[in-house]
């Protein structure tokens, strides 16, 4: 089975960093990927890692160390319409997903 | 293209009704999922297919079916609804010939009551 950890809530100010961290143990790992998902829609990509290392992409970036199962995604110069669930979800077998709980951020101004 | 489509959008059950959920993409893409999301819950998934004609189970498909004629569609049955089915359910698809990534269809919202 795949087994999934990420932190529930997280509260940052407007123009702050906000860091994401996702743990995983799992079998048949292909990589890892991030979602962002608003309260009543459906998740949309925000990220892919496969290999060892970080990722950027504008404000966004997300790193993977596969010998440590563990993952972050890192959020820059907040916006209030960066307030939304983030899913860590990992690839595995004919390329399904395994999902964590989310973490739901929340910018204040 | 119109991506990954769903319908209906909305639908309340009474316990032991049946109905199916239908999920339609345009972009010719093998593989496509199933999935139903709990309140403040990651996605679990339901079942997938790898092609027409091809569906294996998920983590949790019990209470569920589906089938494969077409590359296009992918419908999820359910036979006797029970108020553990009361959830969201999104559909995804991806070409694994090109990507590793899933799109998401615009979920459908279904209560069993």
């Known amino acids: ?109 | 293209n119109a991506g990954v489509t769903q319908t209906p959008k909305f639908r309340i059950l009474k316990i032991g009704q049946s109905m199916t959920l239908q999920c339609a993409q345009d972009m010719n893409h093998n593989y496509m999922y199933w999935y139903r999301q709990d309140p403040g819950m990651g996605l679990k998934l339901i079942y997938y297919s790898v092609g027409a004609g091809i569906t294996d189970k998920g983590e949790v498909p019990n209470g569920y079916n589906v089938s494969r004629s077409t590359t296009e569609d992918f419908p999820l049955r359910l036979e006797l609804a029970a108020p553990s089915q009361t959830s969201v359910y999104f559909c995804a698809s991806l070409d694994s010939s090109s990507t590793d990534t899933q799109y998401f269809g615009p979920g459908t919202r279904l209560t069993v009551l």
């Open chain 1, 1 to 109: 089975g795949q087994n999934i950890d990420q932190p529930t809530e997280m509260t940052a100010t407007e123009g702050a960093i906000v860091q994401i961290n996702c743990t995983y143990q799992t079998s048949g790992f292909n990589g890892l990927f991030w979602y962002q998902q608003h309260a009543g829609e459906a998740p949309t990509f925000l990220s892919y890692n496969v290999l060892d290392g970080l990722e950027e992409k504008g404000r966004f970036s997300s790193f993977l160390s596969r010998s440590k199962g563990y993952s972050y995604l890192l959020l820059k110069e907040l916006q209030m319409k960066d307030s939304a669930s983030y899913l860590c979800a990992v690839s595995f077998n004919d390329y399904k997903l395994s999902f964590g709980a989310g973490t739901t951020v929340t910018v204040r101004a």
